[in-house]
């Protein structure tokens, strides 16, 4: 194999041209590639953080929910307690003023038959006393004393 100019001049313009792309190329060309692989493994890692964070958040608002069910139960028995609680109350004061009614009227009821009683003992004793007058007054007859007799008790 011969070594003319042409192949030395091919070696040159080659060796230059190798220089030249790993001098002014390729590391531009390779800094693009790592950049590249850098924000693609920050995105992978970025989805996986993300990921988990979603399932933590997934737990946090089951966990949250489950609290405020919790509490939510609480709150409506505390309520129904109190509501029974109210209820009993209000039973227990309506039979006091339902008690404190009734012996009331008992009283005035009472009364006013108290009152009535005396007024026909007062009536009665008017009209025995009107009876006796009209007895005294007429003579003593066994037929005009029944009609008086009668007459008194119809006013009765």
């Known amino acids: 194999m011969e070594i003319n100019a042409t192949i030395i001049g091919q070696f040159i313009t ?21 950049d590249r692989e850098k924000k693609i493994a920050d995105g992978l890692e970025a989805a996986e953080r993300s990921k988990r964070e979603l399932e933590m958040a997934g ?5 949250i929910i489950r609290d405020a069910k919790e509490q939510a139960s609480t709150i409506i028995e505390q309520a129904n307690l109190h509501s029974a609680q109210l209820i009993e109350e209000a039973k227990s004061q309506a039979k ?20 009535a009683k005396e007024t026909l003992k007062l009536q009665l004793a008017g009209l025995a006393v009107a009876g006796a007058e009209k007895i005294i007054q007429r003579k003593l007859d066994a037929s005009v004393h029944n009609d008086l007799l009668n007459e008194l008790a119809a006013e009765i």
């Open 14 to 34: 080659f060796a230059i041209l190798v220089w030249f792309t790993m001098k002014y190329v390729w590391p531009p060309v390779t800094q693009a590639l790592r």
């Open 59 to 63: 737990h946090k608002a089951l966990s």
């Open 96 to 115: 006091t003023e339902g008690q404190r009614i009734v012996d009331l009227a008992q009283s005035e009821i009472a009364l006013s038959v108290t009152q």
